[in-house]
């Protein structure tokens, strides 16, 4: 039993399944990167997690269980006391995840006041604590700024801290760093990597960046069209992938092709959640396509070190 | 921005406006009517005319005679009424109060209904009172405010004679001549079918205003940051969505209320309440020339000060707009 | 290398008439073989301010950048949000008018040119946008869009000529046929950049600028796009001015790259040496930091820089308040580019000549 | 969205559908005023003071003659309504094209040109907004009324509504198409057409100005109806329509009298077609509003 099992989890748009049974766990102090190309449910399944999934969106099956309790039928004010507190979340955009018209003291000591009874000024003296924690410079001057004073590295920071009041067991990170600058994302990550060592903190991280999790997770799990086709030690996926749709991934990186030349690239386009192909999803783009893709759903069976959905991946490894 | 650069702009900004203003102001006091006749009627010889033309200034160049008015007007002359012989300028102000408290009251019934209204109707837009509330909202916004006045007055006051349907009911006097009705029972019997009528057309635009701001505000990624953060409902509701929807608001909010002001001339005309929209009224089918510019200019005052105090609170509560202090 | 003869900083002080006069004269310019030169390019927007204010805010996008880009090469440019980069391709498209500085195109100065005088310019330089749904008018069909640049730059083509070229454009880029009546609604960000290199390719262009054509896209579309504009490059002779903000594309597809900060070259190099033997501290910095598979990029701790703004940047070095090797100097005197140990070009004072 | 999938929408949506009938049928109604009323009430010939003041036939004293009843002067109020609405509606319509005309020209100015033109005009409409449409035309009204005397005003109140009113709201226009500009013309399909050097006039006609006009079609929707609306107020303060060519506003102040004396109906019957009209047409504004779901022009 991990801290967090999330099994056959489906969320559906109407009648379209934008997950289509998605399982994966998380142990205390563990990191899993969860990668995939817009439209592949990655964000989805973050937000699924804390049941916080936009309208119309909504879970129609599976179950989310942390620490022993299902989040995915909890009542939202039960919910509240989870959120920010035991789970916490960093969004992709800092810029539109801090409220313009409230300071940075304001949006810190709310949190902390909805979880624990503190006077402002003590949530005040903990926010500062953590913009420090977080390097943000001169946090007790910082604390008073609104958004729109600081830099984009430094507003992730904030949220960052903001993630940290509590001391969560597990930080729900989708995308933190695909709106930044790449020197800025090298010191966001390092931040979110240490704090994650530091405080044996469990790590969800959604990018579709491989290269993003090949630095910072211990495991990954790739998807596609709604469901995750590879799951496993991310060593062992970035170096033997065994489901086609991973190893096109990685092998259309220009860093794993000769300079110059031509890139592997994988023809076609993943499709919408409402014109799923029958059978793997992948199928039309695939090369390794035989007639029982074209039919049948593959599910994630262990293959090797890592579970794949894939018929063939016994042959591909 | 700086507050003393904003101030000095908008006070440049009022004083052009008040400008243009008189100048049409004045450009409607050369062209209608003719003051001789107000002054000594149809009986006097043309040679004797043209004397006192020559008196009274009014063979000068247009710009003399325009300085000269401008010159007057901002000592308070605006001439002398007609109708009432006297001062065109306390006609109206005398008036001003009556006009001050209808308008008053209707904001204070917009406000009070439409925020929470609004709010409702954002946070439970599929409930039964939602639903209610947007299609009384339509058919309030299609209900030109003078039918609604009508509407009351044969409802309330011919049907049901519960309510008085003209006037002003007992005043009572203030210090600085200022008469209210809020203080008596007769007063707000008066008052309150103007008021209704008055906020009626309003009332539907604030409330489906505050609405579309509201749900367009709990869709941002800040609002589900703060969910996601474990906030209490409440407190996400107004900290964070309802202040967010405060700055449209308030916009629009400004440039309505000189749409306020200019239905007050429906309103009191149907109601006969004697405010200055009413009197205005009378003096245009009068032909009260020195009137009719001192209110265009009282109104074109009221509009300038009430603009400036919106941007000022626009400018207060918009954080991205902060002055000077805090750092960069 | 041969090529860095042609460093621009070696023309300034001559006139643009005698130096393309000595180009003309002499044959052996150091412009030879170069097809597009940048002279000292600074772009400046006011910002807005109220009367009261003594300094009014300047924007400086561009400050003094030169380069030259030789034909048939893949000039990179590369750089992070608001180092100027993009401003850079829209002053050499011409779609942004320079505050000061010129460009010549093939020996001839571009810049300030009237649209009647522009026009054979136009169809031989050609641009490819960043976003795929901003960069195709929503009312246009696709013929529509890809017929009115042969319509306005095509001389006099007849119908059936538009017709023929279009089909030849949109095969080349592997569009199929029946792609010319839809709407752009109906595609996807990858053909829709398909349809964008399709109307940038359809005059036959020999010069590209090519701003972030890939950044807007996902990895397994990236490839696709990178590998069109690398076949349409050996294909058609293309000369490539590649705008990005990713590195190890410019390791890929360049061929020589500028580095830019805060409106300034401050690296320019052949790609080789750029990731063998980085100069300027900057640049060490990006390459430190860009994330790869089975790298090290987030093990160190990294202190927050302050990040000087373009809006009256610093009087010294810009990278100074984030650069470990700073000292008095940089504080004061911006560096020039000048020539590094390795034989290419740096902007900094702690880089030895 | 395509006209098909438009127009499916459109009749998928009950609302719709109901409130487009109406409005169709009303303008319908209005335009063969003068095949289908059962009298043209300002022919004197048709006309005949013993008939004045009845009631509508289901009250007791109404002739079916006479469906909604008649005035104090013996018209019929169906006849004199169906007359009144097209000219409601002609005047609604005409300041609607008055107000788009000079609005997306001022617009696309301001959005294109930016600077001072820009500067100028927007601080003009500030202004001219701040005002109110209905402050700034009765005023108008007023003084063209008191300078011409009402005699010749009476002529002219048709083509003064319509500028005026057309004139007072130019702003709503001008500040929607703006915005809508300043988005579009940052757009890189702009940058691209550029590229192929066309000139600038061809860009705004040929690309700005298509992808501004679904905000404009549901501007215009709601501006008939306020066009309208003010019309009505203008006319029953008597600054509008005269008596002899009334509108539905100058039909609703004509009777307004009555109401205190028992004769309901003069009133009522033209004040409920106005008050259906404009219904009907903000409820399609409205479902237009959803359904394209455009930018429109709101705050700075």
């Not at chain 1, 420090?132 to 001169?138: C, E, G, K, M, T």
């Not at chain 3, 401003?87 to 571009?110: C, F, K, N, Q, W």
């Not at chain 3, 649209?115 to 749904?133: D, K, L, S």
Request: proline letters at 6%.
């Amino acid at each position: 039993m991990s801290l967090l099992d999330v099994t056959d989890l489906e969320v559906s748009f109407g009648p379209h399944r934008a997950l289509r049974g998605v399982s994966f766990s998380l142990d205390k102090g563990e990191r899993l990167g969860i990668v995939g190309e817009s439209g592949a449910g990655k964000s989805m399944a973050a937000f699924a997690i804390i049941n916080l999934i936009s309208d119309p969106g909504r879970i129609t099956g599976g179950s989310v269980t942390f620490d022993g309790q299902r989040l995915d039928t909890m009542a939202t004010e039960d919910l509240r006391t989870i959120r920010g507190d035991r789970i916490a979340m960093i969004f992709q955009d800092p810029m539109m995840t801090l409220n313009p018209v409230l300071t940075i003291g304001e949006q810190m000591i709310e949190t902390l006041q909805a979880h624990r009874p503190m006077g402002k000024a003590e949530a005040r003296r903990i926010a500062i604590e953590k913009l420090d924690l977080v390097a943000v410079p001169s946090p007790a001057a910082r604390i008073d700024n609104y958004p729109h004073e600081l830099s984009g590295g430094l507003r992730q920071r904030v949220v960052i801290a903001i993630s940290l009041l509590c001391d969560p067991e597990i930080i729900i990170a989708d995308e933190p760093t695909t709106a930044l600058d790449v020197t800025i994302q090298a010191e966001i990550m390092a931040l979110l990597m240490r704090l994650c060592e530091t405080r044996d903190m469990g790590l969800i991280l959604i990018t579709h960046d491989l290269a993003v999790v090949s630095e910072s997770c211990q495991r990954l799990a790739v998807m596609y069209a709604g469901k995750i086709i590879e799951q496993g030690a991310t060593d062992a996926i970035l170096t033997a992938p065994r489901h086609p749709y991973t190893r096109g991934l990685i092998g259309a990186l220009p860093q794993m092709n000769s300079r110059g030349g031509l890139l592997k690239q994988i023809r076609g386009s993943m499709p919408g959640i409402d014109d799923l192909p029958p059978g793997c999803a992948f199928h039309p783009r695939c090369d390794f396509a035989i007639d029982a893709c074209r039919a049948t759903i593959p599910s994630l069976e262990p293959v090797g070190a890592q579970s794949v959905a894939c018929f063939r991946a016994e042959e591909i490894g | 921005m700086h507050l003393l650069a904003f101030l000095l702009r908008r006070l440049v900004q009022a004083v052009i406006v008040m400008l243009v203003i008189s100048v049409i102001g004045f450009s409607i006091q050369s062209n209608l009517g003719d003051p001789l006749r107000e002054l000594v009627g149809q009986s006097v010889s043309e040679a004797e005319r043209q004397l006192l033309r020559n008196q009274l200034g009014l063979n000068d160049p247009f710009w003399t005679q325009y300085f000269r008015f401008l010159g007057n007007a901002v000592q308070g002359d605006l001439g002398t009424s007609y109708f009432f012989k006297k001062p065109a300028l306390e006609v109206i102000l005398d008036k001003f109060p009556a006009t001050f408290e209808l308008v008053l009251v209707a904001s204070v019934m917009i406000v009070t209904l439409a925020v929470p209204a609004g709010i409702y109707a954002a946070l439970k837009p599929e409930s039964w009172g939602a639903r209610i509330l947007m299609t009384t909202s339509i058919v309030g916004i299609s209900v030109p405010v003078f039918l609604t006045a009508i509407l009351l007055i044969s409802v309330f006051s011919v049907g049901l004679g519960w309510l008085p349907s003209f006037g002003r009911g007992d005043t009572v006097e203030m210090p600085w001549g200022w008469d209210t009705g809020l203080l008596t029972l007769d007063g707000w019997s008066h008052l309150i079918l103007p008021a209704i009528s008055l906020a009626s057309i309003m009332l539907p635009l604030f409330i489906r205003l505050i609405r579309a701001e509201m749900m367009e505000s709990l869709r941002t990624e800040y609002v589900r940051f703060a969910w996601a953060k474990g906030i209490a409902s409440r407190r996400v509701w107004l900290t964070h969505a309802f202040r967010n929807t405060l700055l449209p608001v308030i916009t629009v909010g400004g440039v309505q209320i000189g749409t306020l002001i200019a239905y007050t001339i429906l309103t009191e005309t149907v109601f006969q309440w004697p405010g200055m929209g009413f009197l205005f009224l009378e003096a245009i089918n009068r032909v009260d020339t020195p009137l009719i510019i001192a209110y265009i200019i009282i109104v074109g005052l009221i509009f300038v000060i009430v603009n400036t105090i919106v941007d000022l609170i626009y400018t207060l509560v918009n954080p991205m707009m902060k002055l000077p202090g805090a750092a960069a | 290398m041969i090529r860095f003869s042609s460093a621009p900083h070696l023309m300034r002080g001559l006139s643009p008439l005698r130096a393309a006069e000595g180009d003309l004269a002499s044959g052996v310019g150091h412009s030879v073989g170069s097809l597009l030169t940048a002279k000292d390019i600074a772009v400046r927007f006011p910002m807005p301010s109220h009367f009261l204010q003594r300094h009014k805010p300047v924007l400086h996008a561009l400050r003094g950048v030169d380069v030259s880009i030789q034909k048939g090469e893949a000039f990179c440019v590369v750089g992070e949000s608001g180092c100027g980069k993009t401003t850079l391709g829209r002053v050499i498209m011409g779609l942004l008018a320079p505050s000061t500085g010129e460009i010549h195109y093939d020996g001839t100065r571009i810049d300030g040119l009237d649209e009647g005088a522009r026009r054979p310019f136009r169809r031989r330089m050609q641009m490819i946008f960043q976003n795929p749904y901003a960069s195709l008018n929503p009312r246009m069909t696709v013929r529509q869009t890809l017929a009115e640049s042969l319509r306005y730059l095509g001389e006099g083509m007849s119908r059936t000529d538009i017709d023929a070229k279009i089909e030849e454009t949109m095969l080349s880029v592997g569009a199929s046929a029946d792609w010319g009546k839809r709407m752009p609604h109906e595609f996807s960000g990858g053909q829709r950049q398909r349809i964008s290199i399709a109307r940038a390719l359809i005059t036959d262009p020999e010069f590209i600028v090519a701003d972030e054509p890939i950044s807007a896209l996902d990895v397994s579309i990236q490839a696709q796009v990178l590998n069109l504009l690398t076949k349409a490059r050996e294909e058609r002779g293309l000369t490539y001015f590649f705008i990005t903000h990713d590195l190890s594309v410019v390791e890929h597809f360049g061929d020589r790259v500028a580095v830019m900060y805060l409106g300034e070259v401050v690296e320019l190099s052949p790609v080789a040496n750029i990731f063998d033997a980085p100069q300027h501290p900057y640049t060490r910095l990006l390459l430190s930091a860009i994330p790869r598979i089975g790298g090290n990029a987030f093990k160190a701790e990294r202190v927050p820089g302050e990040i000087p703004t373009a809006i009256n940047p610093p009087k010294g070095c810009a990278f100074a308040s984030r650069c470990p090797l700073v000292h008095d100097r940089c504080r004061v005197e911006n560096p020039k580019l000048k020539p590094t140990p390795t034989g290419t070009l740096a902007a900094c004072h702690a880089v030895a000549s | 969205m395509t006209p098909r999938a438009f127009a499916a929408r459109f009749f998928r949506d009950p609302v719709a559908v109901f409130a487009g009938l109406l409005l169709l049928s009303l303008i319908v109604l209005a335009m063969l005023a003068p095949f289908l009323a059962p009298q043209n009430p300002y022919d004197p010939m048709q006309i005949d003071i013993m008939d004045s003041e009845l009631p509508p036939v289901w009250i007791d004293g109404g002739e079916d003659r006479f469906l909604f009843g008649t005035d104090t002067q013996g018209r019929g109020i169906l006849s004199t309504v169906m007359y009144g609405m097209g000219v409601s509606l002609l005047i609604g319509l005409g300041a609607v094209a008055v107000q788009a005309f000079l609005g997306i020209t001022f617009g696309m100015l301001a959005g294109f040109y930016g600077g001072w033109i820009d500067s100028f005009l927007m601080r003009l409409a500030d202004i001219q907004l701040s005002l109110s449409t209905l402050m700034v035309a009765i005023i108008a009204l007023a003084i063209f009324q008191a300078a011409l005397g009402p005699g010749a005003y009476a002529d002219l109140a048709l083509y003064m509504l319509i500028l005026v009113i057309g004139i007072a709201e130019w702003p709503q226009y001008a500040r929607t198409v703006r915005a809508n500009v300043l988005v579009e013309k940052k757009k890189e399909y702009v940058d691209a057409a550029r590229l192929t050097g066309m000139p600038s006039s061809r860009i705004m006609l040929r690309h700005i100005l298509p992808n501004t006009l679904t905000p404009l079609l549901v501007i215009s929707t709601i501006q008939v109806a306020n066009a309208i609306v003010s019309e009505a107020a203008l006319s029953f303060l008597g600054l509008g329509m005269p008596v002899n060519r009334p509108s539905l506003g100058s039909l609703i102040r004509s009777g307004f009298e009555n109401v205190f004396s028992g004769q309901w109906w003069i009133t009522a019957i033209p004040a409920i077609v106005l008050v259906i009209l404009i219904l009907a047409i903000n409820l399609l504004g409205d479902w237009l509003r959803d359904t394209l779901n455009p930018k429109l022009y709101k705050g700075r």
